[in-house]
């Protein structure tokens, strides 16, 4: 019969030590009784950028990154993007289950509740210069809400808990929209609590002089699907953030803080940029064959292709592909399409792609929509940020409520000097 144990033999002593498998995972405490004597701190494991290290329990999302599978509390993402909305499936993120429809109601009735921001807030935002980014804007302002709410800091009160999640999901599309309109040289648009989540975000970004603004419902409807995809993706580099900065104790909204600077980077939430610039650059359909080229060279990265996770196609790129054509019908179509087309159309029947398992990732196609909607480059990560917030916060709500969590510490191998003794200025070369 098989036992759920890994034996190891240390070569350095020649003992054996026993150690328990459990969901395919040793602990990697267990291997610190693996010492070669007394002196001997015990046996680390070494894992630079977490690559075979898990941080945490989760029942939150689950990948499977081989076969292109996502699910939020084992929904498929293909069927969430279909039929349910942004508002529902981040209800679903944080609480477990699909809501009733009074759960559904009281859920909507209470983020849109929450949606206005201290207008000392919207102050600050006028303090950046006319050319700040909107993602450096974001992160400040989101992270300066812990000072209007200082009870926020009672991390261990469930309640206090579930405030500061509501009003982070719905202050976050006010936050963005102002430091978009900020940008812009526009005047705030206040929101509008008869419109849906998303169509309330297009009304604080795009109102003019009218005195209602309606949302196009095919824009409204594809920006709220793209948020669905977006809602979360387990311990990427920014929840891993959110949840080493939360694991100090300290209140969501630095955390998220946290969070919004780990996405602000250009291998995290900057990619899909970094694809209008290649499909710009590449310019027409004939210049695709000496893209590849100088690609599989070994210069420049086809951006957009390949993931940490997915070594198929993920499965957030095939429903936006999707959602791309319903947009262009309204905005017209992207004239950069018809290169991503045949630049993924090649890619994928190429040797060098197909060895390496590179697929197109979420990013290859989302930038094409942003431009099309009218979204200048810099609020591509912004639209990216609004979204994870949910996932930011029901993993932190996870980790809140997991005993065996402590706060966040890794250890390192240290290779630097032994003890010297101080040098004074004189005797130093
Ligand atoms: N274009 C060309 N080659 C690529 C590639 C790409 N987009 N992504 C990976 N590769 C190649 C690497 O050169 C490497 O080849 P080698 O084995 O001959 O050296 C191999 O595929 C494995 O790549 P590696 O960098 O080890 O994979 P990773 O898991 O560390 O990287 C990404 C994942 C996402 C960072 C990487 O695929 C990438 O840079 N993609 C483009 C940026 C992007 O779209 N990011 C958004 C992610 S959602």
Known sequence: MSKETLTITDNRTGKIYEVPIKDGTIKAMDLRQITTGEDDFGLMSYDPA???????KSSITFID???GILRYRGYPIEQLAEKSTYLETAYLVLNGELPTKAQLDSWTHTITNHTMIPENIKKSIDGFRYDAHPMGMLLSVAGALSTFYPDAKNINDSKVRRQEIDRLIAKMPTLAAFCYRHTMGLPFAYPNNDLSYTGNFLN???????SKYKPNPVLERALDVLFILHADHEQNCSTNAMRSVGSSQVDPYSAIAGAISALYGPLHGGANEAVLIMLSEIGSKENIPDFIAKVKGGSGRLMGFGHRVYKNYDPRARIIKETADQVFEV???NPLLDIALELERIALEDEYFIKRKLYPNVDFYSGLIYQAMGFPVGMFPVLFAI????GWLAQWEEMMQDSE???ARPRQIYLGYDTRDYVAMEARS
């Open 331 to 333: 905005t017209g179509r």
């Open 65 to 67: 990154g081989d076969k």
């Open 50 to 56: 977490f690559t075979n290290t898990a941080s945490c």
């Open 387 to 390: 979204p994870r917030t949910i």
């Open 405 to 407: 969590q402590k706060i």
């Open 204 to 210: 604080m970004l795009f109102k003019m002089t009218e």
